[in-house]
């Protein structure tokens, strides 16, 4: 069973919108939960990522809103630029014993000029 | 600093031939990530080693899969009797206790086609 979920598949927001990929996951023990992006025939790379202990991590136009409670997350995209067109994934992992990450199976996000 | 270097970048194979794909970490990162990529199901974990020794391999198949990290500068993932089903971009990752939480860092993949 997928441990980490998001929606939606794929996004098309216009240019100057606020685009907001959605993720929710199973694991109580995941604590860590970076966001990854991948531009095509890249490999992904760490966007911005959020501990548990906290709600909100702000990193310029990348926001991260975290409900532990409801073990959702989502990520929010201000002012979305056309090279903001990419595949974002959710992941999660423990911080403490195994370091695997484990990936949701991404959001396709095309930025519309 | 390079980053995680990844060989072949592509590579074709014919149904039941062996299939050998290398991976080098960044220089100093102690722990070393493989993944599987494909449409259907994105990105699987297949691996992973920790001062070149094997800590997790729960993703691999493990009839015709095996991996290897023989020194602290590269990885091998070997496929046996490939299938159809293999093909995918097989990704490879690096990352170091000093940074803040587990940051990985991806090659380009290896991106592998089993006809």
């Known amino acids: 069973q997928q441990q980490v979920r998001q929606s939606p598949q794929s996004l098309t927001v216009w240019e100057g919108e606020t685009a907001i990929l959605n993720c929710s996951y199973e694991n109580s023990a995941f604590d860590y939960f970076p966001w990854y992006q991948q531009f095509p025939g890249e490999g992904p790379a760490l966007l911005i990522a959020i501990r548990s202990v906290s709600d909100k991590k702000e990193d310029g136009r990348f926001t991260i809103f975290f409900n532990k409670r409801e073990k959702k997350l989502s990520l929010h995209i201000t002012d979305s630029q056309p090279g903001d067109s990419a595949t974002y994934f959710c992941a999660a992992s423990e911080s403490y ?12 996000l095309t930025i519309k000029p | ?12 194979t014919g149904k039941g031939q062996e299939a050998t794909l290398w991976c080098e970490p960044i220089s100093g990162h102690s722990a070393v990530f493989w993944y ?40 091998t993932l070997k496929i046996q009797s490939t299938q159809p089903q293999d093909s995918a971009v097989y990704l490879c990752a690096s990352s170091s206790y000093r940074d803040s939480g587990n940051t990985l860092y991806f090659g380009e993949g290896s991106r592998l086609i089993v006809v």
Do not use: C, W
Request: proline share 6%.
């Open chain 1, 97 to 108: 014993g195994n370091e695997k990450i484990t990936f949701g199976a991404g959001t396709k």
């Open chain 2, 36 to 75: 599987r990529q494909t449409i259907v199901q994105g990105l699987e974990f297949l691996t992973y080693f920790r001062n070149q020794a094997p800590i997790d391999d729960s993703g691999m198949p493990k009839e015709r899969f095996s991996a290897q990290m023989p020194n602290q500068s590269h990885s």
């Open chain 2, 1 to 12: 600093n390079a980053g995680v270097i990844q060989t072949p970048r592509h590579k074709v």
